[in-house]
């Protein structure tokens, strides 16, 4: 947001004021990089088909014991052992490849 900042000020201040005014802006944006890459760092990763684990899902087909269940607007494959009819909710447990497991709620 600075270096825009810094960018506009070169182009609407008088000629000694906009370059200090620039070079002021692009130190503190130089530290807004280093703060927010610091901060974002150390945060966990979840990405991929393991982010599924732990979400409700909706029975699209009936899992007596494979089926497929929608989950955040994608279709899979899901095992659910205890049997689930279509439009029943159940929850992720596991993931096995492309084969998800669930569990009635």
């Not at 002021?24 to 150390?42: K, N, T």
Request: charged residues 20%.
């Amino acid at each position: 947001m600075f270096f825009v900042l810094a960018i506009v000020l070169v182009i609407v201040l008088p000629s000694p004021w906009s370059w200090t005014a620039f070079g002021i802006c692009f130190i503190l944006g130089c530290g807004e990089v280093f703060g927010w890459s610091r901060r974002v760092r150390h945060l966990e990763h979840r990405v991929g088909a393991q982010t599924l684990i732990g979400q409700r899902a909706r029975v699209v087909t009936a899992c007596r014991p494979v089926g497929q269940v929608s989950v955040a607007g994608e279709l899979w494959q899901a095992r659910c052992e205890a049997g689930a009819d279509p439009d029943e909710e159940v929850t992720v447990v596991a993931r096995d490849d492309l084969l998800l497991t669930v569990e009635r709620l």
